[in-house]
């Protein structure tokens, strides 16, 4: 299939360019501690993942996303927080427990590829891909110091705790 002569090049829409910046904050003037923050060549993908990452931190009053044109690959992004935090570091927050989160679960498939490839299957090695483990049947919180028996991928659950397998 042939790109047109109107039709934007699929690969270069997605690019930045030289000068062109991944994300801008703007703070609101009408909310307090809230701000909206566009990011440039993302879609709903990312959008979602840190939505929701964003609203388990205690801290966020309020996170969600839109995507302003559906031809534009950008989506911004507004954030607002308590008096104990604010947007970028609620936004930091979140995207670092989100590398982490993917790097385990990233960890656990090159794992779990392993015991398949000698024939040990996938369970062999107690890999569980429980999602949001919870202790004792409180809830899990990435942000509290201390977990309640489970971590966000693979972790134990306590008495009462779900477990969602892939």
Aim: aromatic share 4%; with cysteine.
């Amino acid at each position: 299939m042939s790109e047109g002569k109107n039709q934007p090049n699929r690969i270069e829409s997605w690019l930045l360019q030289e000068d062109e910046k991944p994300l801008t904050l703007a703070e609101d003037a009408k909310l307090p501690n809230a701000a909206t923050i566009t990011l440039r060549n993302q879609d709903h993908t990312l959008g979602h993942m840190i939505r929701c990452q964003l609203l388990l931190d205690p801290t966020v009053l309020f996170a969600g996303y839109k995507v302003p044109h559906p031809q534009t690959n950008n989506i911004e992004l507004k954030i607002q927080c308590d008096d104990r935090s604010n947007p970028a570091d609620a936004l930091k927050r979140a995207c670092t427990l989100l590398i982490q989160q993917t790097a385990m679960i990233k960890q656990q498939f090159v794992d779990q590829a392993k015991n398949i490839e000698m024939g040990m299957g996938p369970e062999a090695g107690g890999m569980g891909m429980g999602m949001g483990g919870r202790g004792a049947g409180g809830a899990y919180d990435p942000y509290a110091d201390g977990l309640g028996g489970g971590g966000p991928v693979g972790g134990a659950n306590g008495a009462g705790g779900d477990v969602y397998d892939f």
